[in-house]
């Protein structure tokens, strides 16, 4: 009998983006993939290129619905992976922050992901698949003036441990995929918010971030690492805290993936302290001791 092909449905397929890259190497490895974007035109390439397409906002319910019901009739009640990246980013200091738009990004970043799957558990479990949760290296880093964008991703990573608990029962698996500095689209397709104009980090405005600004891993090559660890299954034996041959738990992957690791092995005081000094806040400080004289 010929093995069922392995369905995969990913959230976030914009052109240049990872979700994009992740639905072309999952398509190359012969899965069945069905993509989703807010946008029809943000889907082009990818239905060109034979997958299947459906639109969906993760922010609104008839949208989930709608695409939840459209997974069912292609995937015929068996999903292997779910593929949660769809996200957005919110640039500014946590003492300046919009409440607003604070909760539009738990909203798409935390929430719809746990509604998401949730409403996809029954075909999971129907295939004991896997779900990959695209996390970053800010859910356990500070990264300054992302706070906001780093609690979403903290509280991802937590869901992820969690959820790999309670759904093991069921054969379902997690993948948190902990993403340092890759090349994609997230916060570029619009200009962030400008800061207050009594910003109490108004000396820093406008300096770039202190690290990820050169080159950064490109996502077809990050797609290809995460979809391969996504494709191993369940492996061929649990021993205690491993599991042989099988997908992991975690994994960190993109540029200096290895000195962030590093960095939250050492611990939060380290982090702090070359934190303040890569973001340069001594610019801020002698700013302080400027106006104090």
Same mark, same amino acid.
């Given at each position: 009998?010929?093995?069922?092909?392995?369905?995969?449905?990913?959230?976030?397929?914009?052109?240049?983006?990872?979700?994009?890259?992740?639905?072309?190497?999952?398509?190359?490895?012969?899965?069945?993939?069905?993509? =989703?974007?807010?946008?029809?035109?943000? /889907?082009?390439?990818?239905?060109?290129?034979?997958?299947?397409?459906?639109?969906?906002?993760?922010?609104?319910?008839?949208?989930?619905?709608?695409?939840?019901?459209?997974?069912? =009739?292609?995937?015929?009640?068996?999903?292997?992976?779910?593929?949660?990246?769809?996200?957005?980013?919110?640039?500014?200091?946590?003492?300046?922050?919009?409440?607003?738009?604070?909760?539009?990004?738990?909203?798409?970043?935390?929430?719809?992901?746990?509604?998401?799957?949730?409403?996809?558990?029954?075909?999971?479990?129907?295939?004991?698949?896997?779900?990959?949760?695209? =996390?970053?290296?800010?859910?356990?880093?500070?990264?300054?003036? $992302?706070?906001?964008?780093?609690?979403?991703?903290?509280?991802?990573?937590?869901?992820?441990?969690?959820?790999?608990?309670?759904?093991?029962?069921?054969?379902?698996?997690? /993948?948190?995929?902990?993403?340092?500095?890759?090349?994609?689209?997230?916060?570029?397709?619009?200009?962030?918010?400008?800061?207050?104009?009594?910003?109490?980090?108004?000396?820093?405005?406008?300096?770039?971030?202190?690290?990820?600004?050169?080159?950064?891993?490109?996502?077809?090559?990050?797609? $290809?690492?995460?979809?391969?660890?996504?494709?191993?299954?369940?492996?061929?034996?649990?021993?205690?805290?491993?599991?042989?041959?099988?997908?992991?738990?975690?994994?960190?992957?993109?540029? /200096?993936?290895?000195?962030?690791?590093?960095?939250?092995?050492?611990?939060?005081?380290?982090?702090?302290?070359?934190?303040?000094?890569?973001?340069?806040?001594?610019?801020?400080?002698?700013?302080?001791?400027?106006?104090?004289?």
């Amino acid at each position: 009998m010929a093995e069922r092909q392995k369905t995969v449905f990913i959230t976030g397929c914009s052109p240049g983006g990872i979700g994009n890259a992740l639905a072309r190497e999952f398509h190359a490895h012969g899965c069945k993939v069905i993509a =989703s974007a807010r946008r029809p035109e943000a /889907l082009t390439d990818l239905t060109e290129l034979g997958l299947d397409t459906i639109l969906l906002d993760v922010n609104n319910e008839d949208s989930v619905a709608a695409a939840v019901k459209s997974i069912l =009739s292609i995937t015929g009640g068996k999903l292997d992976i779910l593929v949660n990246n769809a996200g957005t980013t919110y640039v500014m200091p946590l003492a300046d922050v919009d409440l607003r738009a604070f909760r539009s990004l738990l909203e798409t970043n935390i929430v719809s992901v746990v509604g998401l799957t949730n409403r996809l558990l029954p075909q999971l479990i129907a295939a004991k698949g896997l779900v990959v949760n695209i =996390s970053s290296c800010g859910e356990s880093l500070p990264f300054p003036f $992302k706070g906001t964008y780093a609690m979403t991703k903290a509280a991802l990573a937590s869901y992820s441990k969690t959820l790999s608990v309670e759904l093991a029962p069921f054969g379902v698996r997690v /993948l948190n995929v902990t993403t340092a500095f890759i090349q994609s689209q997230l916060g570029k397709r619009a200009p962030p918010p400008p800061w207050p104009e009594n910003s109490l980090y108004s000396p820093m405005k406008g300096l770039p971030q202190g690290a990820g600004s050169g080159q950064r891993m490109l996502p077809e090559a990050y797609a $290809k690492q995460v979809v391969a660890e996504s494709l191993k299954g369940p492996g061929w034996l649990e021993w205690g805290p491993w599991r042989l041959g099988g997908t992991r738990e975690t994994m960190i992957l993109g540029t /200096l993936s290895g000195p962030m690791w590093f960095l939250g092995f050492l611990g939060a005081n380290w982090a702090r302290f070359i934190t303040l000094r890569m973001w340069k806040f001594s610019i801020l400080t002698d700013a302080l001791k400027k106006k104090t004289v």
